[in-house]
């Protein structure tokens, strides 16, 4: 696919993967103008098939290789549960609970309240 795209596309496809920012992948990839100018640059090349399509396929290659399978999930809430289980008993007490919910043994009931497994990992990262 990258074939149809020119070495600016794929630079622009390049620099919008890593900062996100249709204004600032147009500039890094050599296109030239004001902040509007680059702005509109940025968003006709997202809306070009080729670069949305090459955009696509790189963000799920990324995903690919740094999905956490659901094992490793479940080894990691398990560790996190014995590490915690003496001196952080509520981070303990949370892992499990995403494992109960990871299995279907329970409902979670407050959906908004709920910790990501992402973010119960930095907690404990961060209560070393």
Request: with cysteine.
């Amino acid at each position: 696919m990258s074939a149809r795209l020119t070495q600016r596309q794929l630079l622009f496809v390049e620099h919008y993967l890593a900062s996100g920012n249709a204004t600032e992948a147009a500039k890094s990839a050599g296109y030239s103008g004001n902040r509007a100018t680059l702005g509109a640059i940025g968003g006709e090349n997202l809306k070009k098939p080729v670069v949305a399509d090459e955009i696509k396929r790189r963000q799920a290659e990324i995903r690919e290789r740094s999905a956490i399978t659901l094992e490793q999930k479940r080894l990691k809430l398990w560790e996190i549960a014995q590490r915690c289980k003496a001196d952080r008993p509520d981070l303990a007490i949370r892992a499990i609970h995403e494992l109960n919910v990871m299995d279907g043994d329970i409902a979670e009931s407050r959906p908004a309240l709920r910790e990501s497994f992402d973010g119960l990992v930095r907690m404990v990262v961060g209560a070393t």
